[in-house]
């Protein structure tokens, strides 16, 4: 789904403009970011099992949502003791991570979950390990071919958009507002993914008979989202409404907004990062909400292809078999929900 990084630039300390100093929103200590599920309690499927060894790859990244996708892939492995999870480096770029795959295939683990750098061009590896008989768990990012993968988890992009889109359009309502200026800062617009949160943002807007005024991509970096929300302040003197595709970014877009001392408009943030919810709970700036895209897609890939591996279904479901598709929700984390969203922040 994704041609480059998702975190296409580490956040670090970059600075940028009167030279505001920009940290990463997220902690590189996996305990800190780990999104696990520990209550196995009254699940028969959380019995120790025959012992499923489970290849793993994916980007590396120093912090953000990538980061939180590796630890919690290792933190909800090491919940089960009839687990070996065995990650091989992803490398810089798709050729880099196809070759590590080749390897890992030549092992013969029971599954493997990976999140490529690319789905499309590492779809081929997804098929070789599926005709080796090594069932794939495709995580976030789709290859196009369904016989490439057994299960395929992934956040829901449109249902981003939606989400904020909605929010946005209640809270104008609620406060009387019929002709709101609304400004959008996706990510790297070339991307499907961020063509799909822009799309599910104007369906929810129109709902209410409202449209972005103006929108400036970034690159989910917080350099580049400072960047343009310096452009879009400039562009936008009065603004009622903002929705930031992504809380990494956001990062920059609050220094920006602070920069500019602006206050009049509300903003949603989007991924669910800790630094995000910290925000919203505390009440001190423009962000008022966030939508999720979490990362706990990982925990939950590595429990599935535990299951897969065992032969078992997920118990709640009637179907013998894990599905094959799953498509999480994306849910709004607001000041009055924030302390129950903390835990799955990154």
């Not at 070339?190 to 008979?209: M, P």
Request: with cysteine.
């Amino acid at each position: 789904m994704i041609r480059i990084s998702r975190r296409h630039a580490l956040l670090g300390g970059a600075t940028i403009g009167a030279g505001v100093a920009l940290t990463a929103c997220t902690s590189n200590d996996p305990a800190d970011t780990a999104q696990v599920k520990t209550d196995t309690s009254g699940n028969a499927n959380a019995a120790t099992g025959p012992k499923v060894v489970i290849g793993f790859s994916a980007p590396a990244a120093d912090h953000g949502w990538i980061a939180a996708i590796t630890n919690n892939a290792k933190a909800q492995a090491a919940q089960y003791s009839d687990v070996e999870l065995r990650t091989v480096e992803a490398g810089a770029d798709a050729a880099a991570q196809r070759a590590a795959l080749a390897t890992l295939i030549a092992q013969k683990p029971n599954v493997i979950v990976m999140l490529p750098h690319d789905g499309k061009e590492l779809n081929a590896t997804g098929l070789e390990a599926m005709r080796a008989g090594i069932p794939v768990v495709n995580l976030d990012r789709a290859f196009p071919s369904a016989a490439a993968y057994r299960l395929q988890i992934k956040g829901d992009n449109y249902g981003m958009g939606l989400a904020a889109g909605q929010y946005i359009g209640e809270q104008l309502k609620a406060k009387g507002v019929s002709n709101p200026i609304i400004g959008e800062i996706p990510g790297i617009d070339s991307l499907e993914l961020t063509q799909e949160r822009t799309a599910g943002l104007n369906a929810a807007l129109a709902v209410y008979g409202f449209k972005v005024a103006n929108r400036r991509p970034a690159e989910f970096t917080a350099d580049s989202g400072q960047a343009a929300a310096t452009a879009l302040l400039q562009a936008l003197p009065k603004m009622d409404a903002l929705w930031n595709h992504d809380d990494d970014q956001g990062i920059g877009v609050l220094a920006a907004v602070k920069q500019a001392n602006r206050g009049e408009f509300f903003m949603v943030g989007g991924a669910g990062s800790k630094t995000a919810i910290e925000a919203i709970t505390k009440d001190d700036s423009v962000l008022k909400a966030t939508v999720t895209y979490s990362p706990s897609m990982a925990s939950s890939a590595i429990s599935l292809a535990r299951l897969i591996g065992q032969g078992k279904g997920m118990s709640d479901l009637v179907e013998l078999q894990v599905p094959k598709e799953i498509t999480l929700a994306s849910e709004t984390i607001t000041k009055d929900n924030a302390s129950k969203y903390a835990k799955l922040g990154f």
